[in-house]
């Protein structure tokens, strides 16, 4: 079973620019959510998308939007980039929704977005 | 605000065991899960805690008091390739995941 797909793997931006990631979740499964982490930290949670309807959405502001299509892929876009948003997205899916259930998170490898 | 505290970085022995302890402050509490992240990898899923007492999976083992709002990962027997950065993540009251800033653990052979 293919794992998580998150395409591009890097990205250089420029500081006001916008950016659209990708995500393929496993084969099946319909929750994918969204994390950042930057050095040191730990990662911060931006959104759920289940079925196509946003879940749940972390403390982040509005620039950093979402959607998921109806096979199950979801893409991020942060639009008017700042320096400090450079950082690795990470996409994860799961087999039901975060919010419902304690189904285990499986992480793709990140986009890693560096804004310059 | 909520917190989730974690040592930096833990080094141990190859063949050793080690623990790494996660202390939380959270709005809400619906279970503790750790992952292990390789440099470059992806978070992987090691174990989860909703209630109570110590879950075991293989060499790694979890425990979870919630009255203390504490828990740690058991790592046994340990190999080089377990060298990685560990996190601690609790639900919350949102059903948000709110994480820990990882635990760097070095094996010494």
């Known amino acids: 079973k293919a794992g998580v797909t998150q395409t591009p793997r890097y990205l250089i931006k420029t500081r006001g620019q916008q950016v659209t990631l990708s995500c393929s979740p496993i084969s099946g499964h319909r929750s994918v959510s969204w994390y950042q982490q930057t050095p040191g930290q730990g990662l911060q949670f931006l959104f759920e998308y289940f079925s196509e309807t946003q879940r749940n959405k972390g403390n982040f502001p509005g620039r950093f939007s979402g959607r998921q299509f109806s096979n199950s892929r979801s893409e991020m876009n942060v639009s008017t980039l700042e320096l400090g948003d450079s950082a690795l997205y990470l996409c994860?899916?799961?087999?039901?929704?975060?919010?419902?259930?304690?189904?285990?998170?499986?992480f793709g490898n990140g986009t890693r977005l560096t804004v310059t | 605000g909520q917190s989730l505290e974690q040592p930096s970085e833990v080094t141990a022995v190859e063949g050793a065991i080690v623990q790494i302890n996660c202390t939380y402050q959270t709005s809400g509490f619906y279970g503790l899960s750790w992952y292990q992240q390789h440099d470059g990898g992806a978070p992987t899923f090691l174990s989860y805690?909703?209630l109570d007492g110590l879950e075991e999976t293989g060499r790694f083992s979890s425990f979870l008091s919630r009255s203390d709002s504490y828990g740690y990962l058991l790592l046994q027997e340990l190999q080089m390739k377990d060298s990685a950065s560990y996190f601690c993540a609790v639900k919350d009251s949102n059903y948000q995941l709110i994480w820990g800033a990882g635990t760097k653990l070095i094996i010494k052979p």
């Open positions: 805690n909703a």
């Open positions: 994860a899916s799961s087999l039901m929704s975060v919010v419902s259930y304690n189904s285990p998170l499986h």
